[in-house]
T-cell receptor, first 114, second 118 residues
Framework: AQKITQTQPGMFVQEKEAVTLDCTYD???????LFWYKQPSSGEMIFLIY??????QNATEGRYSLNFQKARKSANLVISASQLGDSAMYFC???????????FGTGTSLTVIP | SAVISQKPSRDICQRGTSLTIQCQVD?????MFWYRQQPGQSLTLIAT?????????ESGFVIDKFPISRPNLTFSTLTVSNMSPEDSSIYLC???????????????FGQGTRLTVV
């Protein structure tokens, strides 16, 4: 089974609007971390936000927030006030507590329309 | 947070040749990771580079094709050997840093090496 599932291959959003990128995960571990990364066309991977499995509050980092629903095993990324520079691939990832490997989803390509 | 310098940033290589990618970290880290990202795909872990021991390879990746060196705690190389067009990918070096509890670490990535084999 896939550890990380991103069901939206491509998304479009109007500039200044908010957008939600979906991510569901699969693990039997009680301790794990969930991450979102941005990959612009240049290829680098940029860390955006982190949510620990024991965190009771949703993580926020500037315009990024993570909608963490533990019972549903979802960790959706919300980008508020979209900017043209937000156009990129976005990857959801998970690290299980006992391991060192990061599992990545297949990514969502976000295009911000002026 | 760790700062990673990876080079080259891109290269175009002839099939049958080899390319060595370098990864330098600005702090000492126990493990370094090498990922491959094929066009339009997600990241796939190739191997974990441990200082002082052989790298640990994931299923589908072998040392003869992707030899790895880890001479110290801040540096690693990945070689893509006997290249074919199927090896055209982005190769990314990564380290983990931070965290005061298990799972609370972040993966930092180098800028990536965009390899095209012709």
């Amino acid at each position: 089974a896939q550890k990380i599932t991103q069901t939206q291959p491509g998304m479009f959003v109007q500039e200044k609007e908010a957008v939600t990128l979906d991510c569901t995960y699969d693990t039997s571990d009680q301790s794990y971390g969930l991450f979102w990364y941005k990959q612009p066309s240049s290829g680098e991977m940029i860390f955006l936000i982190y949510q620990g499995s024991y965190d009771e509050q949703n993580a926020t980092e500037g315009r990024y927030s993570l909608n963490f629903q533990k019972a549903r095993k979802s960790a959706n990324l919300v980008i508020s006030a979209s900017q043209l520079g937000d156009s990129a691939m976005y990857f959801c990832a998970m690290r299980e507590g006992a391991g060192n490997q990061f599992y990545f989803g297949t990514g969502t390509s976000l295009t911000v329309i002026p | 947070s760790a700062v990673i310098s990876q080079k080259p940033s891109r290269d175009i290589c002839q099939r049958g040749t080899s390319l060595t990618i370098q990864c330098q970290v600005d702090s000492q880290v126990t493990m370094m990771f090498w990922y491959r990202q094929q066009p339009g795909q997600s990241l796939t872990l190739i191997a974990t580079a441990n200082q002082g021991s052989e790298a640990t390879y994931e299923s589908g990746f072998v040392i003869d094709k992707f030899p790895i060196s880890r001479p110290n705690l801040t540096f690693s190389t990945l070689t893509v050997s006997n290249m074919s067009p199927e090896d055209s990918s982005i190769y990314l070096c990564s380290v983990e840093d931070g965290g005061y509890r298990e799972g609370d670490t972040e993966a930092f990535f180098g800028q990536g090496t965009r390899l095209t084999v012709v």
